[in-house]
């Protein structure tokens, strides 16, 4: 009987053991910032440090992943999570920004264009 009990408190420590590492477990710090640290470059990559309002959020997203770098270190990983999306989001709306941008530069030329096809083909009177 004795050795029975011994059986099951051994069982119940190996479960419980077992169940704690599970939960522990997960991806990394450096796995789950991966999608922030990808929009943080394609933000980069379109130039959003070169168009003010983008240039703004792109500097948010790179400090997002500081603090969620550093709240991972004190072991606050619900935390970093949380920072790490904020991180992808203020890049994703820096690489939103620069495309506007852009689109709006491309619009305006298309304007001046139109006005200049405009002026060159008025018949002289």
Do not use: W
Request: charged letters at 25%; one cysteine or more; proline letters at 3%.
């Amino acid at each position: 009987m004795r050795q029975a009990n011994m059986a099951v408190m051994a069982g119940s420590f190996l479960l419980a053991a077992a169940i704690a590492g599970c939960a522990a477990s997960g991806p990394t710090f450096k796995e789950s910032s991966e999608p922030s640290k990808s929009s943080i470059r394609a933000a980069e990559e379109v130039g959003a440090a070169k168009v003010p309002s983008a240039s703004l959020y792109l500097q948010l997203a790179k400090e997002d992943l500081e603090n969620a770098r550093a709240l991972a270190a004190e072991g606050k990983k619900e935390q970093a999570a949380s920072m790490l999306k904020r991180a992808e989001a203020d890049a994703e709306l820096a690489v939103t920004l620069s495309h506007e941008d852009a689109e709006r530069t491309e619009a305006a030329k298309a304007i001046e264009r139109a006005r200049q096809l405009r002026i060159d083909n008025q018949l002289p009177n």
